[in-house]
């Protein structure tokens, strides 16, 4: 049986120039075709972090409203052909995405909501090498060394009580609260997140 830990989902990120250099699909696959194992893992068919995840390019770095989708629609072909084990939704009181992430390494993923708009999913595959005289992985070259995916919020969103675990085998679970028309009681954090949604995939 899986066991789950919560994850830190940080609100403030002082990264200059993050993000800044944008993965074109004719460098991708100049990335892509001669890569390890495990950089075919990662970003391969049916990945949370494949740029090719929803059916035509889109670079995992940009922000993609996600939840404006169906994932039934999105990831039909997927689904069919068994290439990917992905699925968002919304219930009545919060947006979920769930992710099986398995070949990621578990202590480099981070999870930050920037500006309250924007969430980011991200970590390293492959580690720099002396941190002190080189910039910030994810202000170059970032899918050298690591990973992304960006996702537009909804706006009716209680972004400060996101919550997100992940199992030992990698599955990840996230989920953002909607706003609570009774300010006084909002939801209780991670209230029911694994026993309502555990069964989506």
Not at 93 to 104: E, F, H, P, T, W
Not at 107 to 117: A, C, D, I, R, Y
């Amino acid at each position: 049986m899986a066991s789950w830990k919560q994850l830190e989902v940080h609100t403030e990120d002082q990264t200059p120039h993050k993000w800044s250099v944008p993965l074109s699909e004719e460098m991708f696959k100049r990335f892509f075709a001669p890569g390890s194992p495990i950089v075919h893992k990662i970003f391969g068919d049916g990945s949370l972090f494949s740029p090719l995840l929803f059916g035509k390019y889109f670079d995992p770095s940009d922000a993609f409203p996600l939840w404006e989708f169906e994932s039934d629609v999105f990831l039909s072909n997927l689904r069919s052909s068994g290439k990917t084990n992905i699925d968002w939704f919304q219930t009545d009181d919060a947006y979920v995405l769930k992710a099986d992430l398995s070949g990621v390494e578990n202590n480099t993923l981070q999870f930050f909501v920037e500006n309250g708009k924007i969430m980011e999913i991200s970590g390293q595959w492959k580690p720099k090498g002396d941190q002190s005289k080189t910039k910030d992985w994810r202000s170059g070259n970032w899918w050298e060394h690591g990973y992304v995916r960006r996702l537009e919020l909804p706006g009716d969103v209680d972004w400060k009580d996101t919550e997100a675990y992940v199992s030992n085998d990698m599955f990840v679970e996230v989920r953002i609260p909607k706003s609570s028309l009774d300010s006084d009681n909002p939801p209780a954090p991670g209230k029911g997140i694994l026993a309502k949604n555990s069964d989506r995939l």
